[in-house]
């Protein structure tokens, strides 16, 4: 058995300050992040955040419950299944796998308790 503990939860409040700052570190100015106008007539109809923003929740969490070295050898193994919109608080959540390999599997989850990210997260050791 895995003497493991479930990943610290970890959460963002999404806000437009948030995208833009995140579009200005990354410089990805995509309109469906930045331009309000542009993002309403898209099929997306708002302006969504940057998927790889939320998915850093996870490795915060990761480092939060096992140290900066424990981000070294992980692997992560995600899908991106819903878009994170402007005014969304998201949060992830680590739970230990059951298949007893030491792997974690990770959901994000938006203020609803909808997914918004879901996948393993495999340490190296």
Known sequence: MDARADLVTISLCVDRATIRRYAEITDDFNPIHVDPDFA???PMGGVIAHGMLSMNLIWQALRATHGDEAARDARLDVRFVRPVREGDTVSVMGRTS???????????????GEPVITGTLSLGN
């Not at 059951?98 to 609803?112: A, E, H, K, L």
């Open 98 to 112: 059951p298949n007893g390999n030491g792997s974690y599997d990770v959901t994000v989850v938006n203020q609803r």
């Open 40 to 42: 309403a007539s898209t």
